[in-house]
């Protein structure tokens, strides 16, 4: 059954995850496109910014409900867990995320259903700012709570620990706004879930530039995809930066989870970057390496030379091993996109429009979905790699799971209404975007 | 007085308050569709609002009774699991229907009568999580466990048709319906007199002259509807939801100090210390911010809908 209320948490959150990074990319290139064609007094641009809200009530609608689904089941498949974070700071993010949500569906709610009733533009485009600091809020604080998950901080732990989890003593409550892992994480969510939402969104532009012959349209992608493209290239050149200070930081606060994810069997200096193989006892076989890569990235991250190895911990606190591939996978595929957006600036300053490029799109494509499979690999690893803690060091998993066998047939409703929830929106998003209420001359 | 416990109340309230509108709305959508012209003219931008109070109210919970998730996890999770299905029904189905075009055999008529059942389903969940909350039917703390068998007493099944009967009595008061006027004072009447003797079903120690604040209030709205002169007071969306968020909050002597049929203390499962006090200054933060937005929201609603739709 644990294994179960497991498969069935990762795959509500992967679902809806889908549904937020899209959420955050939308409202980003809504807010954008309103300001060039306000800056611009260009109708294609306003004309793209009314048709996306539109399909932006969809995305929160639903966001907001699988948000719900995701509250309910924390507290029904993991109570125990649940019941530490409601008596800690965790639960004043969440009441801080709550927060940042009524900012964004008031904001949603003017912007939407009174957009000309605002006689200032600046005014109803300061409102995009406003919802996006909501849905970028919402972002934030869950991601907090992440982060307070891989490194608790705010009540005495050892208390807790030591009273079989029925003391909870010493409680900081807004000492989980800044853990030792929040500032890192954060930032490195943020740029790589608009990074994803920009890329899913992109394909779906870059689709119909392809196959249209309205010229109207056209021009409507292709204002579309400058947007997405621009956005792209600073946020995957950001996630760089910011996945490399991320593996700085679990060096630091996590070196189990880190020495996982990078396959040091053993502790020592000196290390390469080791990818595609398995730790066996103290070696690690197969794949292929970049010599003294690991250890120089360490080194200028945080100044450390000596890297921690699995034998140094008990293997019982050691996550699955195949961390490592799924870390290696995305790290590459990161690389990848990397690359493919280094080939679109090199494009773009040299005036060669690749945003209009039928070479570029029909790439753009599969690398949309590989940017989402990355972006989930990423969040996998990071779920996996903490096992077996639901909060590190102090509750497994298996301490925290309701293991009801009454959750089974309810749990598999849950899947398969997420399996016709999902596809059914993104039709849904398409349709009404292609819907054409608001023309260039509306 | 317990302040925790009164923001999650107050919480509550305004949540059950937007969530009877919407079954209000909900009710004509199936029984008088040509009527739904002023009905979808508030539901549209609303429902998105219940969603978020329904989620602050869930938090708020979570934060004001830490000891309580393990208990209500096991009491009540298959409810919660068919709450949080319908949930996400409702609000696919009235977002889908607001976009739609028509296509093969579905349409707007089918989305918003989906919206409609599925929310009359969630009130009526709330309703049966509420009726055990308050009298403890069905519920057995002892052994953690929840039985819809054991909680169909009469007192239940009155307190769900007496509150039904309000949403089909208030539905034409709050969308000003006067086609459907002849229905307010017999289905408000019958509610109230059934939600009265649902409580004292329930426990007759719930029935105390506290029970005439909501009684009257109730009553009197009904009334007012049927005098032309203050037709414009209780038809106004901002006066009524104020109205029925008090009627609702003033109902808090049936949980408080002791819920599910006296047996569970509220002060003795409230969160308290520093993490009370931070419950307190992140709602004065957070109810800033939202009366701020509120206060523009109904400035801005004041000039009539002119969204993406509305050239």
């Known amino acids: 059954m644990l294994s179960f209320v497991r498969f069935l948490f990762a795959f509500t959150i992967g679902s809806h995850i889908l549904l937020v990074s899209t959420s955050i990319a939308l409202v ?6 309103e300001f060039i064609s306000i800056r611009k007094h260009d109708k294609v641009y306003e004309a793209l910014a009314r048709r996306l809200a539109k399909v932006f009530v969809i995305s929160f609608a639903v966001g907001t409900a699988s948000g719900i689904v995701m509250a309910v089941e924390l507290v029904s498949l993991f109570p125990t867990f649940m019941t530490l974070v409601a008596s800690t700071g965790a639960i004043v993010l969440l009441y801080a995320e709550v927060s940042a949500f009524f900012l964004e569906v008031l904001a949603l709610v003017l912007y939407v259903y009174y957009w000309n009733a605002f006689k200032g533009r600046y005014t109803h485009w300061i409102l995009s700012l406003f919802m996006a600091a909501g849905t970028l809020g919402s972002a934030v604080f869950i991601t907090m709570v992440n982060a307070w998950m891989n490194t608790p901080t705010g009540f005495d732990i050892s208390a807790f620990i030591s009273s079989g989890f029925k003391t909870i003593s010493g409680v900081q409550p807004y ?3 800044l853990t030792p892992s929040t500032a890192d994480q954060v930032f ?7 990074f994803a939402g920009s890329m899913v969104i992109g394909a779906y532009f870059a689709y119909w530039f392809i196959r ?13 995809l400058k947007i997405l493209g621009a956005v792209a290239v600073i946020t995957i050149l950001v996630s760089g930066i910011t996945g490399s200070r991320e593996m700085g930081a679990l060096l630091v606060n996590q070196p189990l989870k880190y020495a996982a994810l990078d396959g040091n069997p053993v ?13 066996v006892g103290n070696s690690y076989v197969g794949g292929f390496s970049i010599p003294g890569m690991q250890s120089l990235l360490a080194q200028v991250e945080t100044g450390i030379s000596q890297l921690p190895g699995l034998s140094q911990f008990p293997s019982s606190q050691w996550p699955p091993l195949f961390v490592n591939t799924t870390f290696n996978l995305m790290t590459i595929g990161g690389v990848a996109l990397g690359v493919f957006f280094l080939v679109y600036f090199l494009a773009l300053i040299t005036k060669r429009r690749p945003y209009e490029s039928r070479r570029i799109l029909y790439l753009w494509i599969p690398a949309a979905v590989a940017a989402m499979v990355v972006y989930q690999l990423g969040w996998a690893t990071d779920e996996v790699g903490r096992q077996p803690w639901i909060v590190y060091n102090v509750m497994t998993v298996a301490q925290a799971a309701n293991t009801s066998d009454a959750l089974l047939v309810p749990g598999i409703v849950i899947v398969a209404f997420y399996l016709l929830v999902i596809p059914a929106t993104f039709y849904l998003y398409a349709r009404v975007f292609r819907r054409k209420a608001e023309t260039v001359a509306a | 007085m317990n302040g925790v416990f009164e ?6 309230s305004i949540f059950v308050a937007l969530l009877i509108t919407e079954i209000m709305g909900a009710v004509v959508l199936l029984i008088a569709w040509p ?9 549209v931008p609303v429902w998105e609002v219940t969603g978020t109070f329904g989620a602050f109210w869930v938090v708020t919970g979570d934060f004001a009774y830490p000891t309580l998730l393990v208990p209500v996890a096991s009491l009540f999770a298959p409810l919660l699991v068919v709450f949080v299905m319908l949930w996400v029904a409702r609000s696919a189905s009235i977002s889908f229907a607001e976009f739609i075009t028509k296509r093969g055999w579905l349409d707007e008529m089918k989305l918003y009568r989906a919206y409609a059942l599925s929310t009359i389903v969630i009130g009526i969940v709330v309703l049966v999580l509420l009726s055990s909350l308050v009298g403890g039917q069905g519920v057995d703390l002892s052994t953690g466990s929840f039985s819809l068998a054991s909680w169909a ?16 009595g208030f539905a034409p008061v709050f969308f000003d319906l006067p086609q459907l006027r002849g229905y307010v004072l017999p289905f408000a009447g019958a509610g109230v007199a059934l939600s009265v003797l649902s409580y004292w079903l329930m426990s007759s120690a719930l029935v105390t002259w506290w029970m005439s604040v909501p009684v009257v209030l109730t009553l009197l709205a009904g009334a007012l509807y049927l005098w032309p002169r203050t037709v414009k007071v209780v038809t106004n969306k901002g006066v009524f939801l104020t109205v029925l968020s008090v009627i609702i909050f003033s109902l808090q002597f049936l949980v408080y100090p002791a819920a599910v049929g006296q047996a569970l203390s509220i002060d003795a499962v409230t969160t308290a210390g520093a993490m009370a006090d931070a419950f307190i200054s992140m709602t004065l933060v957070g109810a800033s911010l939202l009366a701020v937005m509120l206060l523009l929201y109904i400035r801005v609603a004041a000039r009539g809908p002119s969204g993406p739709d509305f050239p």
């Not at chain 1, 249209?212 to 579309?224: F, L, P, T």
């Not at chain 2, 923001?7 to 509550?12: C, D, G, L």
Request: glycine share 8%.
């Open chain 1, 28 to 33: 980003v290139l809504i807010s954008v496109a």
């Open chain 1, 175 to 177: 000492a989980a706004f």
């Open chain 1, 188 to 194: 490195h969510v943020l740029v790589t879930t608009i």
């Open chain 1, 212 to 224: 249209s012959r309205d010229a109207e349209d056209r021009a409507m992608y292709s204002r579309a």
């Open chain 1, 267 to 279: 502790p020592g200096t000196n290390f390469p970057d080791r990818f595609f193989g398995s730790v």
């Open chain 2, 7 to 12: 923001v999650n109340f107050a919480a509550f």
């Open chain 2, 35 to 43: 009527a739904r012209g002023k009905v979808l003219d508030y539901l």
């Open chain 2, 153 to 168: 007493t009469a007192g239940s099944m009155a307190f769900i048709l007496g509150t039904l009967l309000l949403g089909v």
